[in-house]
């Protein structure tokens, strides 16, 4: 008796154990066949996105020659929307677009990235909210190619089209490129790419260049960039913000 009975629990537990093996392969079929409809989704969405116009302008923040470059094109294209994240000093941006004579509608700054992942981690919902399907990516030749494959999985992802504009910088650039770091970023964008399906990140500070307060900057005073050709803003401020790119 204690044979038949040892016999049939085991028995038991196997079918339990089979049950639950079935269930979690359903499962596994499930995922695999949506993830696979969301890749075809995504990859005839960019197809298409990618024969479109440039609709945006996104700006990597490291280096006032990028937001230069843009504001020169901004002045080209005044219909086109910018967003620069995480960029050089509001007072030191607004002064460029006055310089370069370039319209300050249509441009926003967001200034809660510290770092290239931040700046798609906080840039994509605002270029969804534009609706936005290809955008031109500005930076430098030292930040790329990560910053290249970073946008083209989390951007790719959402399906926008993403054009890389490479702006030259002189001198030394402030950020090194390991391949660690680039290791690194890839791999949390493929899981970002994913998870960013379902949440939204919201920065508290996105400011329309047209709102800079210059009269507030000039009171507390500030100092920009010096490849900006700016000069002297005040003496108590920074000269631009360091992006850890």
Known sequence: MRYKFTRSSSIFSQRKSNRWLQLLQKIFRSLCLILGCWLIFTTITLVSASSKPVDAWFVLGGSIRREIYVAQQAKQNPQI?????????????????????????????????????????????????????????ISSPSHFPRAKWMAQILLGAHGIWVEPEVVKEKGRPANREYLWKTAFDITRSLFWAVISQFIQPKCSSVTELTDVDMQLWQNQGFVCERQGGLGRKGGRGEGSRTNNH
């Open 81 to 137: 929307p910018i967003l620069i994240s995480r960029g050089s000093l509001d007072p030191c941006i607004w002064l460029i677009f006055q310089r370069e004579a370039a319209d300050l509608q249509n441009v926003w700054l967001e200034n809660c990235a510290n770092s290239t992942f931040e700046n798609f981690y906080y840039g994509i919902p605002i270029l969804k909210r534009w609706k936005i399907h290809k955008v031109k990516l």
